[in-house]
């Protein structure tokens, strides 16, 4: 069994699928590590590390010979992948539905391609979860980006010259990067509100010291679609909830929205009227941006200046501590393959339920429902 791990090509993209503590793992399990020469580096780790822990380095057409199972951050392109074995399976984050024609020629190419985002929400499944493992740390970076660009400090502070009073953050969508998010602003000092569409996570906001904004005046809707995933909300619903931002946000300095629905534009939280509300020198980042923002006007990779607030548009954030996120990441891979090895045919066999999730294509095919449907 030959793992192959590719470095990362597509652009600002600096993390690796694999650290030399996984290699060690997998080789531990009986197969055989090759890593494309540098794919560590800009996550600091160099070729030599991954040759300590028993891989071998080379380029990236001697890793993928006779390779078995290649793992990735992103999808590599098509076109860069040759000489891996049969029905070679490719573990990595594919983003299925941005990069739908890719998914075709990994199929084309007799891969088995295997999209790590589309893991089910199970118990058994939440060490294998890229997704909440990397918006967890994206939650982190999120509020010290906005601190950053927030020309005023964050908590209260008493001095000899006078009192500077203590930031108002907003968080916008408590999933994992929105819990995150508010433990970092309450640990920095910030009087911190946060809503959600999801009642559950009331709960959760008053346990971590915010203060919970939701909609009351509509009745019976939980917010909860399969999965915990959020569902799409009723008209109803969305005019009552733009109505309590409206109120609410105007009084802000750091707005921070996570919102996301699978396989859908993120829903849109703060319109160009709301923006104009709030005050000169605010900062919002939007952590929605790649998949079309939560904030009117933001743009994925770049910070804008709207109404005199600034609006970043967050792109990629876990690329931006590559070290962590990499290692965990990596430590999802292997907890994803490790959990299915079968010692015997000394190679990973998926299960049903969490096969026919991640799966997107199989011999010759694609097969997974999210895309057929
Ligand atoms: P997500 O990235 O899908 O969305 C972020 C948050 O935005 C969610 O809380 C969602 O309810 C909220 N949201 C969506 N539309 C909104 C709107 N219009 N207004 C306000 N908020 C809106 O969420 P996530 O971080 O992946 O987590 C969602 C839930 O799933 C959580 O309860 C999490 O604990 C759970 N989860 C479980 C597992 C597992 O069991 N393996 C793995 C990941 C997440």
């Given at each position: 069994m030959r793992i192959a791990v590719l470095k990362e090509l597509a652009a600002g993209e600096t993390r690796v699928a694999a650290t030399p503590e996984t290699v060690k793992k997998f080789i531990g399990l009986g197969a055989e590590v090759a890593v494309e020469s540098g794919a560590g580096v800009t996550a600091s780790i160099a070729d030599a590390d991954y040759t300590a822990a028993g891989a071998s380095v080379g380029s990236r057409a001697d890793v993928l010979k006779g390779a078995n199972i290649i793992l990735g951050i992103q999808g590599p392109d098509p076109k860069s992948l040759s000489g891996f074995a049969d029905g070679a399976w490719l573990a990595a984050g594919l983003n299925p539905f941005g990069e739908r024609a890719r998914v075709d020629d990994y199929a084309k190419l007799g891969i088995e391609a295997l999209a790590?985002?589309?893991?089910?929400?199970i118990t058994r499944a939440q060490s294998m979860d890229i997704l909440s493992s990397q918006a967890n740390l994206a939650g982190y970076k999120a509020v010290l980006m906005a601190a950053n660009a927030y020309g005023r400090a964050f908590p209260m502070m008493m001095t000899a010259a006078g009192t500077v009073s203590a930031a108002k953050a907003f968080i916008m969508g408590v999933g994992v990067a929105g819990l995150q998010a508010i433990a970092t602003a309450r640990r920095l000092g910030a009087q911190v509100s946060a809503t959600d569409v999801r009642s559950a996570t009331k709960e959760q906001i008053l346990s971590l010291g915010a203060k919970p904004i939701f909609v009351e005046s509509v009745a019976g809707i939980e917010g909860e679609g399969a999965g915990g995933y959020a569902t799409e909300m009723s008209e109803e619903y969305q005019k009552a909830q733009a109505e309590l931002v409206s109120g609410h946000i105007a009084k802000q300095d750091i707005v921070i929205t996570t919102a996301l629905i699978p396989?859908?534009?993120?829903?849109?939280?703060?319109?160009d009227a709301q923006l104009a509300t709030m005050r000169t020198g605010s900062v919002i980042v939007d952590m929605a941006a790649e998949s079309g923002g939560n904030v009117e006007g933001s743009v994925a990779g770049e910070t804008k200046q709207i109404h005199g607030v600034t609006v970043i548009g967050a792109k990629n954030i876990a690329a931006l501590m590559p070290a962590d996120t990499s290692a965990l990441f990596s430590r999802n891979l292997f907890n994803f393959l490790s959990a299915f090895w079968d010692k015997e045919a000394g190679k990973p066999v998926l299960d049903e339920e969490i096969g026919n999730a991640v799966r997107l294509t199989q011999g010759g095919k694609v097969v997974n429902e999210r895309l057929l449907g």
């Amino acid at each position: 069994m030959r793992i192959a791990v590719l470095k990362e090509l597509a652009a600002g993209e600096t993390r690796v699928a694999a650290t030399p503590e996984t290699v060690k793992k997998f080789i531990g399990l009986g197969a055989e590590v090759a890593v494309e020469s540098g794919a560590g580096v800009t996550a600091s780790i160099a070729d030599a590390d991954y040759t300590a822990a028993g891989a071998s380095v080379g380029s990236r057409a001697d890793v993928l010979k006779g390779a078995n199972i290649i793992l990735g951050i992103q999808g590599p392109d098509p076109k860069s992948l040759s000489g891996f074995a049969d029905g070679a399976w490719l573990a990595a984050g594919l983003n299925p539905f941005g990069e739908r024609a890719r998914v075709d020629d990994y199929a084309k190419l007799g891969i088995e391609a295997l999209a790590m985002e589309f893991m089910p929400r199970i118990t058994r499944a939440q060490s294998m979860d890229i997704l909440s493992s990397q918006a967890n740390l994206a939650g982190y970076k999120a509020v010290l980006m906005a601190a950053n660009a927030y020309g005023r400090a964050f908590p209260m502070m008493m001095t000899a010259a006078g009192t500077v009073s203590a930031a108002k953050a907003f968080i916008m969508g408590v999933g994992v990067a929105g819990l995150q998010a508010i433990a970092t602003a309450r640990r920095l000092g910030a009087q911190v509100s946060a809503t959600d569409v999801r009642s559950a996570t009331k709960e959760q906001i008053l346990s971590l010291g915010a203060k919970p904004i939701f909609v009351e005046s509509v009745a019976g809707i939980e917010g909860e679609g399969a999965g915990g995933y959020a569902t799409e909300m009723s008209e109803e619903y969305q005019k009552a909830q733009a109505e309590l931002v409206s109120g609410h946000i105007a009084k802000q300095d750091i707005v921070i929205t996570t919102a996301l629905i699978p396989g859908r534009p993120a829903p849109r939280l703060i319109s160009d009227a709301q923006l104009a509300t709030m005050r000169t020198g605010s900062v919002i980042v939007d952590m929605a941006a790649e998949s079309g923002g939560n904030v009117e006007g933001s743009v994925a990779g770049e910070t804008k200046q709207i109404h005199g607030v600034t609006v970043i548009g967050a792109k990629n954030i876990a690329a931006l501590m590559p070290a962590d996120t990499s290692a965990l990441f990596s430590r999802n891979l292997f907890n994803f393959l490790s959990a299915f090895w079968d010692k015997e045919a000394g190679k990973p066999v998926l299960d049903e339920e969490i096969g026919n999730a991640v799966r997107l294509t199989q011999g010759g095919k694609v097969v997974n429902e999210r895309l057929l449907g």
